[in-house]
């Protein structure tokens, strides 16, 4: 029997084995990678620790849906063979010192990939111009839209890989990631390439969100419709023929799309049979949410001007209520998102960063958590649910987010001895571990 100690050690940047880019990684059977980002006294170990055999993780606490259980985990072939009791036999085991161990964290919803900063807008806003103000003067998405179509797909990913990693350094297994600055045919679908590259370069699983609907461009000023018809539709089509999208998403607000405008990208993801999504009542209220529940959304994101009726909807529907307190928190808005009424109808609520350059320039998702809790009055409890299970229904998976039989093995180990740590802090990263299901080794 091998026993290891696992110890933490400095972050590790390389380049993954190539994939197809094509949904998950394979799994690949009878390995797993361990790697950390975190530091102790000054040690630079060998990283990742890679495991070529099943593997028990023992002396361990395990974060599960209905609280923290102490004992063992056992993982093989890239999945979780086993919770609780360790099983007997031969495995390799590694001593976990009590160390909590989470599902891997999922950011599902970011727009990692833009051309560019909008750092001026953020002496703007102090100022006093609102977000919608700076949007109608010409800033705001639409000026990330210019910097995005001059940059490269090797640009975008050189961009986004740095806020890529951030993530990866907090135990993020998986990101979603949209397109939605670029507004024409070719940048919308050099977008979505650049994110599929990421899964290439880095251990991670990433899904992609198709957003034409996310700004009307200049040149069609006026004209959201004809944008609609003579872009984002034939943008849609082209890029679901080249397998770049997982999902559909929209913006339906005053300063985007209505909507009667977003039900006609929705429909047309219907007819490619792609799951939906939306961006619904972040600022005002629209009856995205309604409409978002009517077609079966995964999710409906930010949702601060949902209403109980709306609440009901998603309820009814499935949908995912995804919570974007970095928007929230940048914009300095006021309305928190009615959290007591999705509790009270039962509706699924999700945490992500919002990443993007400009309501929410923010790649941490623990700090999504702890605004979650601290800004909209989620538990502890209910952050964490956000960020693993919610968070892989709000993206359609059902391999992850949760510690369980059979599910990947993506997981979190961290240095704290309960959940609400995780929360709890500002700006402090306790990761020990991060465990990929996949093959990919360095992250
Ligand atoms: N809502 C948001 O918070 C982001 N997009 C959206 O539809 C903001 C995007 C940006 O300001 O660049
Ligand atoms: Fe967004």
Partial sequence: MQRHILRPAVGQKGVAGVKDGHGAPPIDPGI???????????????????????TILENARLALPDGVRSGALAVQDGH???????????????????????????????HIIHGGHRAQEFAMRLEGASYAEIARAGGGIVSTVS?????????????????????????????????????????????????????????????????????VPAEYSGRADDYLHEICLPALRAAHAEGLVDAVDGFCEGIAFDPA????????????????????????????????????????????????ADAQALSAAGTVAVLLPGAFYTLRERQAPPVAAFRAHGVAMALATDCNPGSSPM?????????????????????????????ARALGLSDCGTLAPGLRADLAIWDVESPAELAYRIGFNPLYARVFGGAATQG
């Fill in 32 to 54: 797993m990678c361990i790697h950390n980002s975190g530091t102790t006294e000054g040690e630079q170990a060998p990283m990742p620790l890679t495991i070529d055999r099943p």
């Fill in 80 to 110: 979780i063979a086993a919770i609780g009791t360790p099983p007997a036999g031969d495995w390799t085991r590694i001593d976990l010192q009590g160390r909590l161990i989470t599902p891997a964290l999922i950011d599902c919803h970011t």
């Fill in 147 to 215: 910097a995005t179509r001059g940059a490269s797909v090797d640009d975008l990913v050189a961009q986004a890989l740095p806020r890529l990693d951030a993530l990866i350094a907090e135990g993020v297994t998986t990101v979603e990631v949209k397109s939605g600055y670029g507004l024409d045919m070719e940048t919308e679908i050099r977008m979505l390439r650049a994110a599929r590259r990421l899964e290439t370069l880095r251990p991670v699983r990433i899904r992609t969100s198709f957003l034409g609907a996310h700004a």
């Fill in 261 to 308: 405008q977003i039900a006609r990208v929705f429909d047309a993801a219907r007819a490619l049979e792609l799951p939906v999504k939306l961006h619904a009542e972040q600022l005002t209220h629209t009856g995205g949410t309604a409409l978002a529940a009517s077609y079966g959304a995964l999710s409906a994101d930010h949702v601060e001007y949902a209403t109980d």
């Fill in 363 to 391: 790649t941490s998702v623990l700090l999504a958590m702890n605004m979650g809790c601290t800004l909209f009055g989620l538990t502890p409890d209910e952050a964490l649910a956000g960020v693993t299970r919610n968070a």
